[in-house]
C-alpha cells in the first residue's frame, strides 16, 4: 500500500513526532536550547509542503528533560515557538505542540507509548478523526501510541536494522512530503 491510496485531504490529521523526525536527536542527551535545535535536512520545506494537504500538523513530544531538572518550561516554549516561527517563514504551519515533561519511568498516559497528548489534541481540535491521522516517528513508542488509536503509522528508519512494526516506512520527512505530494 502506497501513501497515495490512503485520499490523503484536508480532514486528514499529521501528527509529528519532534526530535529525530523535525531535529537531529541528541543521543543520550536533550536539545536545552534554540542553539542546540538543529533542524534534519528538508525538514522545513517538508512540512510547508505537507501543509498544502493535510488540514492539521501537530506535534507530539515527548520531553523529560524537564522531568529530570535540566530544563524549565519556558525553555521548551522558547524552543517550539522558535521553531514554529521559522515553520511559518518557509511557507508552513504547526496548529499546536503538545509534550509530556513526565520520566519514562512515571508511566505517565500523557507520555508516548500513552495517547494523552493525541487526545488532548482531539479537545482542542474536535474534528480530529483518528482513523484519518497519521502518526510519524521515529521510536517504538510513537508507533505503540498511533496503534492503540488506529493512526497509520509512518516509521523513520535511518537504517534497515531500525524497522519498526508500522505502516510505511521512510528515510526523512522529506521523503514523506515528496510522496505526498505526487498527488
Do not use: C
Amino acid at each position: 500500500m502506497n501513501l497515495q491510496e490512503l485520499h490523503i485531504d484536508k480532514s486528514w490529521t499529521l501528527f509529528l513526532d519532534r526530535d529525530g523526525v523535525i531535529n537531529k536527536k541528541i543521543e543520550g542527551g536533550y536539545v536545552l536550547s534554540t542553539e542546540m535545535f538543529e533542524w534534519i535536512e528538508g525538514s522545513i520545506e517538508a512540512i510547508s509542503k505537507l501543509s498544502k494537504v493535510f488540514g492539521r500538523i501537530i506535534v507530539v513530544t515527548n520531553q523529560q528533560g524537564i522531568g529530570k531538572g535540566l530544563m524549565s518550561e519556558y525553555d521548551l516554549q522558547t524552543i517550539h515557538n522558535f521553531m514554529k516561527t521559522e515553520i511559518e517563514k518557509h511557507g508552513g504551519r504547526v496548529e499546536a505542540i503538545y509534550h509530556s515533561p513526565y520520566l519514562s519511568i512515571e508511566n505517565n498516559p500523557m507520555r508516548k507509548p500513552g495517547i494523552g497528548m493525541p487526545l488532548q489534541a482531539k479537545v482542542e481540535f474536535p474534528e480530529i478523526d483518528f482513523q484519518k491521522s497519521i502518526m510519524v516517528g521515529d521510536s517504538k513508542g510513537d508507533m505503540e501510541m498511533a496503534e492503540k488509536l488506529s493512526m497509520k503509522k509512518i516509521f523513520i528508519a535511518v537504517n534497515k536494522s531500525d524497522y519498526i512494526n508500522a505502516d510505511y516506512v521512510f528515510k526523512s520527512l522529506k521523503k514523506i512530503s515528496l510522496a505526498v505530494n505526487k498527488f
